[in-house]
């Protein structure tokens, strides 16, 4: 033998070298605060569970949208195109669909002489609602659901033995663009028992399988490309023929007349999702039932949810959509963040005109962009909400339509709605986030300030996060973890600023404090964390007293 040990020593005289001990590994939550979770109308997007999309690839995962004239419920492809144009790094998205919704399969078949009943050569494509029985090719179901459809192709390169072309039943399938670009490629065998030069299973199903989840493909009875199909080898010019077909209309997404049980399956995709995410959008909604899901999900995960009230209301109306909601009644209220726009200004997708447009998602992407911002103890500033002066509104074209006066902007606070309008500065004037307020009905608290909201919840993540590594470990080394961690987190909070030191007494002048102890009633299987913190607060009204001196 060549080396020196072995991994398990016996009786025998030897040297046993043990696996690597890890314990270099420093607790991180990633990138999911630069991602948010979004429920929306989409004309593509897989409607089994949710997905991820981002800068480059939202046009085609989400299509390239569709005009609010047409129906209003496309603003909230704005808000994600935009957002992820601002700063979010992610958009996971839960397409809405009704349970009428149809995925069909494409399905290609030999065309038969109607005399002989033998194949012609020409292949001809259909779409069928449920999985065609055994007298074809292939069938294709594409999970992505475009509404404007998509073109299958195929060819089968030229097999000779003996000299001649013989039938081959190794293909290559391409699904492509309504414009014909190409989306996806895949070579396999219709052959069930066909394998690869390695041995592997080189079945076309199988390869698909292991390739991509955006495909289910099965195969019928014909397992070969004869050499007369428009769709083996090359022409008289020596270039490859394809098979292709017609766009295929194979998604029909049921209409947009949500139901609850809709937006209930919404919810229950995001929470399931393995994509993590940090802020929730509303996208410009004004369901009633998509919100209350959406609240549902911001107490389930710990998240945010950020709603925006339509821009089109005057004070009055904008309160009185948020009353109805009763934000302020939820368990959830301090995760819960509501924007007022009055502003029309130009799509920044270009899809459609000058109107009023949500603002909510754009205050996610910029606090995304925030996050992205790291000091050397990993913390970001989300100390500094996204409001104010250095948070101005980017979009083009801006008119405001509707100018508070004081006593409405005290009801907009009371109700807890941040307006996103207008306001002056040294250097001059910009339209920005003028408030900071969560929806929690309390009037001298922390838990008003969405900046303390953005750091209690991230807190609260890598806490319970770092709680799930040691679970299953013994007890007494699981409370020592416990508390290095702590002690090493709530430091490294205080340095960033996230942490001051408190007044209470129960303090002791510290900025943070906690117990880690088994319980009382089970304290073979169960321990309790608690933290005490004091983070610091958000700078929102200041008094200003000129005295004269003699």
Not at 14 to 37: H, K, R, Y
Not at 295 to 305: E, P, V
Not at 429 to 442: E, I, K, N, P, Q
Not at 443 to 468: E, H, N, P
Request: proline share 4%.
């Amino acid at each position: 033998m060549s080396v020196s040990f072995v991994r398990q020593l016996g009786a025998e005289s030897g040297v046993q070298l043990n696996p690597l001990v890890d314990n270099s590994e420093i607790p991180t939550t990633g990138m999911q605060d630069q991602v948010f979770a979004i429920a929306m109308r989409a004309t593509r997007g897989r409607i089994d569970r949710a997905f991820k999309v981002n800068r480059s690839d939202v046009r085609q995962r989400l299509g390239h949208g569709e005009p609010m004239r047409d129906n209003e419920l496309n603003e909230a492809y704005v808000h994600v195109r935009e957002a992820l144009d601002s700063g979010a790094y992610e958009a996971v998205v839960a397409r809405l669909h009704s349970e009428t919704a149809a995925l069909s399969w494409i399905v290609a078949t030999e065309v038969l002489d109607e005399t002989t009943s033998e194949p012609t050569g020409e292949i001809a494509f259909s779409v069928s609602e449920t999985e065609p029985a055994t007298d074809f090719l292939f069938a294709v179901k594409h999970l992505e659901c475009f509404n404007d459809g998509v073109m299958v192709e195929f060819r089968a390169d030229e097999k000779r033995e003996g000299g001649v072309n013989v039938a081959n039943d190794v293909i290559t399938l391409r699904l492509l663009e309504p414009n014909g670009e190409k989306l996806i490629e895949i070579t396999g065998s219709l052959d069930r028992d066909a394998k690869d030069d390695n041995g592997n299973s080189y079945y076309l199903p199988t390869v698909i399988e292991a390739r991509t989840d955006r495909l289910e493909v099965i195969t019928g009875a014909t397992t070969t490309i004869a050499p007369e199909s428009d769709a083996y080898g090359y022409d008289a010019l020596y270039r490859e023929k394809w098979s292709t077909s017609a766009v295929m209309d194979y998604f029909d997404e049921g209409g947009t007349a949500y139901t609850v049980d809709d937006y209930v399956r919404a919810r229950e995709q995001l929470y399931g999702t393995q994509h993590g995410y940090a802020y929730i959008a509303s996208g410009g909604s004004e369901a009633p039932g998509l919100i209350a899901e959406l609240a549902s999900l911001a107490f389930d995960t710990n998240r945010q949810l950020r709603i925006d009230v339509p821009g089109g209301l005057d004070v009055e109306g904008a309160i009185a959509f948020v009353e109805q909601m009763n934000l302020g009644g939820q368990p959830e209220a301090h995760l819960l963040h509501a924007f007022w726009a009055p502003l029309k200004s130009m799509d920044p997708t270009g899809i459609n005109g000058k109107r009023h447009f949500g603002t909510a998602t754009l205050n996610i992407a910029m606090a995304c962009g925030r996050n992205a911002r790291i000091n050397a103890k990993g913390f970001a500033p989300k100390h500094y909400p996204v409001a104010g002066r250095e948070w101005p509104i980017s979009r083009q074209g801006i008119v405001q339509t509707y100018s508070p006066n004081n006593q409405e902007l005290n009801a907009l606070a009371r109700a807890k709605i941040n307006p996103v309008i207008f306001e002056n500065y040294s250097g001059g004037g910009r339209y920005v986030f003028r408030d900071s307020l969560t929806s929690a009905m309390v009037d001298s608290s922390l838990k008003k300030l969405i900046a303390v909201a953005d750091m209690s919840t991230s807190i609260d993540d890598a806490v319970t996060r770092f709680g799930k590594d040691i679970l299953q470990l013994p007890m007494t080394v699981a409370i020592k973890k416990m508390r290095d961690f702590l002690t090493t987190h709530f430091e490294a909070a205080q340095a960033s600023g996230w942490l001051v030191p408190s007044d209470d007494p129960a303090m002791g002048g510290a900025a943070w404090r906690f117990e880690v102890q088994p319980n009382e009633q089970r304290p073979y299987e169960l321990m309790d964390v608690r933290y005490w913190l004091r983070y610091d607060g958000t700078t929102r009204q200041i008094h200003v007293t000129q005295t004269l001196s003699r």
